[in-house]
């Protein structure tokens, strides 16, 4: 069974760093294209950071300059850097992934969130 498995969430002070993991279970199954989202109180779901499997990375405007998407293919994990956060950027943080298990492609799974908090 395909599972991403997040971590490395929790509470920082603003201008403090975090990184998040998102690991793919199961040494079958490697990541292709995957993303990070985030769900802050009362917003809808939005796209952070992403990459593809040929590892270009797009960010959105919020973020750009702070947070680093990346990808470690060996240990088949997503990375997500996050500098200089601020207050705004507590939200639950979701990894999105598309997988491959050989010639089987296992695509939009989603890890279970983690909680970032950013104090003033």
């Known amino acids: 069974q395909v599972q991403l498995v997040e971590s490395g969430g929790g509470l920082v002070q603003a201008g403090g760093s975090l990184r998040l993991s998102c690991a793919a279970s199961?040494?079958?199954?490697?990541?292709?294209?995957a993303g990070w989202y985030r769900e802050g109180p009362g917003n809808r779901r939005e796209l952070v950071a992403g990459?593809?499997?040929?590892?270009?990375?797009n960010y959105d405007d919020s973020v750009k300059g702070r947070f680093t998407i990346s990808r470690d293919n060996a240990k088949n994990t997503v990375y997500l850097e996050m500098n200089s956060l601020k207050p705004e950027d507590t939200a639950v943080y979701y990894c999105?992934?598309?997988?491959?298990?050989?010639?089987?492609?296992?695509?939009?799974?989603w890890g279970q969130g983690t909680q970032v908090t950013v104090s003033s």
């Open positions: 999105n992934a598309d997988l491959r298990s050989g010639s089987i492609a296992y695509n939009d799974y």
């Open positions: 199961g040494s079958t199954f490697s990541i292709t294209a």
């Open positions: 990459i593809t499997s040929a590892g270009s990375t």
